[in-house]
């Protein structure tokens, strides 16, 4: 079983549609990240959380709506998205934020490809 | 100035070739220096850190220049297995973040 896995793995919605992305972490973190990966662009970072509250917003578009229920579980709920936000969706999982930036030990899930019509 | 910043290639090399990677940072306040690689249609994965002193694990060596701010990633020997996208990954010094590079992409032929 992979350490953090993510569902769905490919989703296609309209502009009007309102839909969500699902993130667990099997390893016991205690913070979870959302980045977002276009082509011939490095990854960005959206969202933070350790210990289930959002240390991190990364100046995102409110129809970007995060939520994190638990230390385990991430999710990102997207409404009137645009084409431009049709990318890869890759979550993450570290022991701890702070703990991350020195180790530099980010664990990835495998990502949710998003296209937006 | 981009804050980590790689040349995309691709890289094409035939098998057993050594090749080396380069990534510039811009924050000179940077203290931690990592490289990932991102299999096609996988999600990117730890390589390995970058200490000052360098490292090496196997077939990769990793160097850190902080007067030029720049780390390189050296591949010896190359595999056809080690065809993927490495990505270079600065701690920015000021925020504690991860910051992304692009990408090298390497392309191992037989």
């Known amino acids: 079983e992979t350490g953090v896995t993510q569902t769905p793995r490919h989703l296609v919605m309209g502009m009007t549609n309102k839909k969500s992305l699902k993130c667990e972490q099997h390893l016991g973190h205690n913070a979870m990240y959302w980045y977002k990966q276009s082509a011939k662009k490095p990854l960005e970072l959206m969202f933070v959380y350790s210990l289930e509250e959002r240390v991190e917003n990364n100046s995102v578009p409110s129809r970007f709506s995060p939520e994190c229920p638990n230390s385990s579980h991430l999710f990102l709920h997207l409404h009137t998205l645009q084409p431009e936000d049709s990318a890869l969706y890759l979550c993450a999982s570290s022991q701890d934020a702070q703990g991350s930036a020195n180790t530099g030990e980010l664990f990835f899930g495998e990502g949710s490809r998003l296209t937006v019509l | 100035r981009k804050e980590v910043e790689q040349d995309p290639g691709p890289f094409n090399v035939p098998e057993g070739a050594t090749v080396a990677f380069n990534c510039t940072y811009s924050?000179?306040?940077?203290?931690?220096f990592f490289w990932y690689r991102q299999d096609c249609r996988k999600e990117p994965k730890l390589l390995m850190s970058?200490?000052?002193s360098g490292n090496e694990d196997g077939r990769f060596t990793a160097q850190l220049n902080r007067a030029s701010q720049y780390i390189s990633l050296l591949i010896r020997d190359s595999k056809l297995s080690d065809s993927a996208t490495y990505l270079c990954v600065v701690n920015d010094g000021n925020t504690g973040k991860l910051i992304f590079g692009q990408g090298t992409t390497l392309q191992v032929k037989p």
């Open positions: 970058v200490y000052s």
């Open positions: 924050n000179s306040a940077s203290q931690s």
